[in-house]
């Protein structure tokens, strides 16, 4: 299988002397094509730091993030956000859903931005949303849809343009244990169905039994890698 996602000794630090933190410290990962991983370990352990930096958030401190075989870590800033916008889609709090913005616009929205025609998007709008089970809610803003529905919202509009790779930085946060299961009962479904490469962090132990690799951080340093 080919690798999708690759770190090279990468690191992350903020502050310095006394106030140093190695969120990451030198992490060597190479996730395939296709599995689904969870990244675990206690607060503060580099989970969103690790996140961030593959999807090219933040930058590097040290090392290097290779997506698809392309370095990230070399590109300019313009090409890096095109190549975000192609290659990756987030499920994460920071971007969360457009409040103006209807389910189905705010999941159309990246396609308008890479030109697809209307009717292209509409079908593939559609087709997303009744499989992430939100057929008949394509009218509705935000407030206007449970948490869970909120969340699927969010994972179509990471799924629909069809990335090879979705982060997720906690995905279940603030939904109970049984919407939050459902939620990653159908990310799981869709990562066998398209073959996307599913890599989301989670405090939570149903969540990662689910998982088939789980990663373990802990003060930045992978201390577990978990192939079931
Ligand atoms: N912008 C920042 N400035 C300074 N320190 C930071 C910054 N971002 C993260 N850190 C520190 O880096 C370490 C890793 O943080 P990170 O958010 O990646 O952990 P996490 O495992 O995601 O935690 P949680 O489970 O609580 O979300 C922590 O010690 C955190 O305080």
Redesign the pocket.
Known sequence: MTSVIKTINLS?H??QGDTL?K??DEVNITIKKGEFTAII????????????LIGGLDETSAGNVILDDKNISDMSGQELSDFRRDHIGFVFQAYNLIPVLSAKENIEYIMLLQGVSADERHRRVEHIMAQVGLTGLASRRPTQLSGGQQQRVAIARAMVSNPSIILA??PTANLDSRTGMALIDMMKKLNEQEQMTFVF?T?DPKIMESARRIIT?ED?RVVDDFVK
């Open positions: 992350r903020f502050g933190v969120a990451l370990g206690p607060s503060g352990s580099g989970k969103t730091t690790l996140l961030q930085d906690e962090s405090h951080l930045g």
